[in-house]
């Protein structure tokens, strides 16, 4: 069993920036896939972010250029850096990891006022 803890949610005002991590209970090196999913409310959720084993990068069109996806394997994390926050940003997001399995972290709140 894999638990996935986020971190780094929070109110912040449009064109703020906000970091978010995600701290794996065993080794990332594994992990056919890592990424950040969000749901806004009334909204299914989405994919934001996700990092591929062999290095490739995936972002949703919405939020290139302002949010950048990073691993570290030393500190089993995945985080996701956020720029240029805008409202329609608000959701829960919640950390991913696939490896023929798929585990969810239990998500974190980011709500950008305008």
């Known amino acids: 069993q894999v638990q996935l803890v986020e971190s780094g949610g929070g109110l912040v005002q449009a064109g703020g920036s906000l970091r978010l991590s995600c701290a794996a209970s065993?080794?990332?090196?594994?992990?056919?896939?890592m990424g950040w999913y969000r749901q806004a409310p009334g909204k299914q959720r989405e994919l934001v972010a996700e990092?591929?084993?062999?290095?490739?990068?995936n972002y949703v069109d919405s939020v290139k250029g302002r949010f950048t996806i990073s691993r570290d394997h030393t500190k089993n994390t995945v985080d996701l850096q956020m720029n240029s926050l805008k409202p329609e940003d608000t959701a829960v997001y919640y950390c991913?990891?696939?490896?023929?399995?798929?585990?969810w972290g239990k998500g974190t709140l980011v709500t950008v006022s305008s």
């Open positions: 991913n990891a696939r490896y023929g399995l798929t585990y």
């Open positions: 065993r080794s990332i090196l594994g992990f056919v896939v």
């Open positions: 990092i591929i084993s062999g290095g490739t990068i």
